[in-house]
């Protein structure tokens, strides 16, 4: 197994890199974002261990330009609580996992194996729900031919919507999934988000496709009417 570790404390990179190396896994260790960067496309690796405050690029920026040049190496994120950054943006951006630091050295290697078992992941597949499309991998969302912008947690929101395939989400998983653990519950930043986005997706549109499901959350509904509720455009496809 070939790893490559891009973290810049230097005593946490190289105790890491001497257990895994102790493992008989062939690590590399970079310092820094950019060069971390460089080193992932240019090598192969099995897996990526990638600190998130990181020097020059932070690890954020990198495994998005990683998924944005179309590099599917898994990425184990290592993160801390009181991070710039949180778990869910870690998983939003294309990284596979995350290990909150402090972490145990047996943790981690148990996460890296489970990630180097599942291999590395095919391009994640398009989703399609009638007119709307969501990419994950490009972060992109179109109506009808038009692109859409959203901002980060809007497409969170969107991407656990069309991923429920036209069955209801549940206020509270997106609450859970979009905002963390920590966010209050009895918060209505999910509402809020809802309406930034029917003022995006169905406002300029013929046909509203979000639907508030009374007592649980909401879904979306396909808005081609044609073809007697199926559900051939609601799968996805790659
Ligand atoms: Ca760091």
Redesign the pocket.
């Known amino acids: 197994m070939r790893v490559l570790l891009v ?3 230097e005593r946490l990179a190289r105790i890491v890199a001497d257990g895994l190396h102790d493992e008989g896994i062939d690590v590399e260790v970079e310092h820094e974002g950019e060069s971390g960067l460089w080193r992932a496309l240019e090598g192969s690796y099995d897996a990526i261990i990638l ?4 020097p020059k690029k932070n690890g954020y920026e990198v495994c998005r330009d990683l998924r944005a040049a179309e590099c599917w190496t898994p990425v184990l994120m290592l993160t801390a609580k009181d991070g710039e950054y949180d778990e869910a943006e870690a998983l939003d951006i294309g990284a596979d996992d995350f290990l909150r630091k402090p972490f145990s050295f047996v943790v981690l290697l148990a996460r890296l194996r489970a990630l180097v078992r599942r291999g590395t992941p095919a391009r994640p597949a398009v989703l399609e729900i009638g007119s709307l499309s969501l990419d994950p991998a490009a972060g992109s969302v179109a109506r009808a031919g038009t692109t859409i912008d959203l901002t980060r947690r809007e497409f969170a929101v969107l991407e656990m919507l069309m991923r429920a395939d036209g069955d209801p989400v549940r206020r509270s998983d997106m609450l859970d999934r979009v905002w963390g653990f920590d966010a209050e519950p009895a918060s209505n930043v999910v509402e809020v988000y809802i309406r930034y986005l029917r003022r995006k997706i169905d406002e300029p549109f013929a046909t509203p496709m979000i639907e508030t499901v009374r007592g649980v959350g909401y879904r979306i509904a396909s808005d081609s009417s044609d073809r007697d509720g199926d559900d051939e455009s609601a799968k996805s496809h790659a």
């Open positions: 973290e810049d404390e600190d998130i405050m990181l």
